[in-house]
Structures are given as C-alpha cells and as structure tokens.
C-alpha cells in the first residue's frame, strides 16, 4: 500500500530561522512528488513538482528536494506570510496520495 | 500557475436536500479532474477520479449514489451531494490536471449540512 508520512506534524520558527520539513514515501512507481501550500479554509496552491531522485527545485524562500525515500522542503529564512500547512503527494498512475501536512508557523 | 475554480465556496443547506458543486478549469482543458473531502486538521482524501466523458471512478468507501459526478465538458466537473445529512458536512475540494501533468486545485466548497 502507497504511504506518504510528514514530519513534524507542526512546527515553530522565529522569523529568519531556517529549518527543514520531510515526507517519506513508501510507493511502487513514483510518477511525481508535490508540494503544496494550504491556508485555512483555501484549497492548495501548488508549489512544486520533483519527478527523480536528485532532483531540486527553488521558488523564493522554499527549496525542495527529492531522494528514493524522502523529499525535504527547505525554507530559508522564513517569514511570517510563510505561516501555512504544507502538503506532500506522490502521484502512484494516476492518482495522488497526501501526506498528513505539516503545520508551520513562523512569529515575528 | 493554473487556475481552478470552484463554485460555491460556502453553502448551508438543510438535511435531506440535495447540493452541486462546480469545478471549472478556466484557462486549460482538464480531461481529468479528481474530488477529495478534508475534515478539520486532516489531510485530503480523494473521493473519485472524473474523466470528461465517462463515468467518474470512485474510491473504496465513497457511495456512488450519493455523491455524483458529472464531466459533461473539457472545463467542467460537478459534484452533487444527494439527501445531504450533517455528517457530510465538509470541505469539498477539486483538481483538474493540466495538458502537461500538472495539478491544480480548487479554492475548495465547504459544505454545511443543518
């Protein structure tokens, strides 16, 4: 069975403080791993799309990267905007596969 | 990026009434667009695959009578909730996948069911 875990399940930054969120998947033939971004009460709005290992791609404050296991989503000095749930699917065919979300909050 | 629309955003309706939410992708053809509910502090879980065209795919556990599925058009797909009960009260939210691969979702319909 297809399994995509995120971790932690929430977070805290200071504004400026760099960390890293994980999704580690457990699938038979990735088709593509994404990141989204969700606000209270909006859909995701897509971030990113890694199809093979090695792979990264940058967008402003957030990297992500993507190895056989796991991707990372790296957020360099965050600010508060930043403050969202950030989702993780692996699409199997042709279905996605969601991650529970990590909760980021960032104070000023 | 993509734009996905989804219409209503909110709607309150009485129990045993029976609701339709629309998914339009507005700039792109999507002849597949997928239908997931998310309860509070949960992740999404998909509902049914829709293909233009043809029946819509449902996932283990979704009633086929009781949520329906129409992709009557490239840019359309509806989700109708029948004989709503409170316990489908939710946040209904739809994806529609670009000519190139990509999925974009939906602003999401939350559902209150009286």
């Known amino acids: 069975e297809d399994q995509v875990t995120q971790s932690p399940e929430a977070l805290r930054l200071q504004e400026g403080e760099s960390s890293s969120l994980n999704c580690s998947y457990t699938?038979?033939?990735?088709?593509?791993l994404f990141w989204y971004r969700q606000d209270p009460g909006k859909g995701p709005e897509f971030l990113f799309t890694?199809?093979?290992a090695g792979e990264e791609k940058e967008k402003e404050r957030l990297k992500a990267t993507l190895t056989k296991k796991e991707s990372f989503l790296h957020i360099t000095a965050p600010k508060p905007e930043d403050s969202a749930t950030y989702l993780c699917?692996?699409?199997?065919?042709?279905?996605?596969?969601f991650g529970e979300g990590t909760q980021l909050t960032v104070n000023p | 990026g993509a734009v996905v629309s989804q219409h209503p955003s909110r709607v309150i309706c009485k129990s045993g009434t029976s609701v339709k939410i629309e998914c339009r992708s507005l700039?792109?053809?999507?002849?597949?667009m997928f239908w997931y509910r998310q309860f509070p502090k949960q992740s999404l879980m998909l509902m049914a695959t829709?293909?233009?065209?043809?029946?819509?795919?449902?996932e283990q556990g979704v009633e086929k009578d009781k949520f329906l599925i129409n992709h009557a058009s490239l840019t359309l797909s509806t989700l109708t909730v029948t004989s709503a009960h409170p316990e489908d009260s939710s946040f209904y939210i739809c994806?529609?996948?670009?000519?190139?691969?990509?999925?974009?979702f939906g602003e999401g319909s939350r559902l209150t069911v009286l």
């Open positions: 994806s529609a996948r670009t000519p190139d691969g990509e999925l974009f």
């Open positions: 699938v038979s033939g990735l088709r593509g």
């Open positions: 890694l199809y093979s």
């Open positions: 699917a692996v699409r199997v065919r042709s279905r996605l596969t």
């Open positions: 700039d792109f053809q999507a002849t597949t």
């Open positions: 829709s293909n233009e065209g043809s029946k819509a795919t449902y």
